[in-house]
């Protein structure tokens, strides 16, 4: 049966998440000026600019999730309690439209790990390329660590509609 704990963990849930990004979008970002002003080498420079992009993507999608789900927890657990057909009518479509996006985030990773990856190997032992050598296995890694936050996420997001649309269906 879900209930209102149900709907407090999928949110606490959501929150520690969130913070893994802010976390590993800050070190992406922390990790891209060392590489870039610090190492300085043609591997380092290439190596930077994923973290960076990445680190800044992931850093501020995990702070915007963190800053709205409280208010999101709230509003549900209300709505439960004293408005089921507002969960019906708000809560199950935008949890819907969540999970598509997981997907196409899904796709988009697993495409940004394959490039990197292509392109560590393509310029694997081109000395004259080591940018290109550097971008692609970092690429590779922060696309894998999103697509694993990401695939965590999709699966705690999928429990919690089922246990929307059940409640729904009971009311």
């Not at 290439?46 to 992931?58: D, E, N, R, T, V």
């Not at 935008?94 to 997981?102: D, G, P, T, W």
């Not at 310029?123 to 894998?144: E, Y």
Request: hydrophobic letters at 50%; a positive charge; one cysteine or more.
């Amino acid at each position: 049966m879900f209930t209102t704990s149900d709907i407090e963990k999928y949110f606490n849930g959501e929150k520690q998440e969130s913070l893994l990004f802010v976390a590993i979008g800050i070190a992406g970002i922390i990790t891209a000026i060392i590489f870039f002003f610090v190492c300085k080498t043609n591997f380092y420079k290439g190596a930077a600019i994923p973290l960076l992009l990445i680190g800044l993507l992931l850093g501020i999608v995990g702070f915007t999730v963190y800053k709205r789900s409280d208010g999101d927890r709230i509003r549900n657990v209300y709505a439960y309690d004293m408005n089921p057909s507002e969960l019906k009518h708000q809560e199950i479509p935008r949890m819907i439209v969540v999970l598509k996006n997981f997907v196409v985030f899904r796709y988009v990773e697993i495409t940004l790990c394959l490039l990197g990856i292509i392109l560590f190997f393509y310029f694997k032992n081109d000395a004259s390329k080591l940018f290109w050598k550097g971008f692609g296995v970092t690429l590779a890694i922060m696309a894998l660590l999103a697509l694993t936050a990401d695939y965590f996420a999709e699966k705690r997001g999928a429990v919690y509609l089922t246990g929307l649309q059940s409640f729904i269906e009971q009311h």
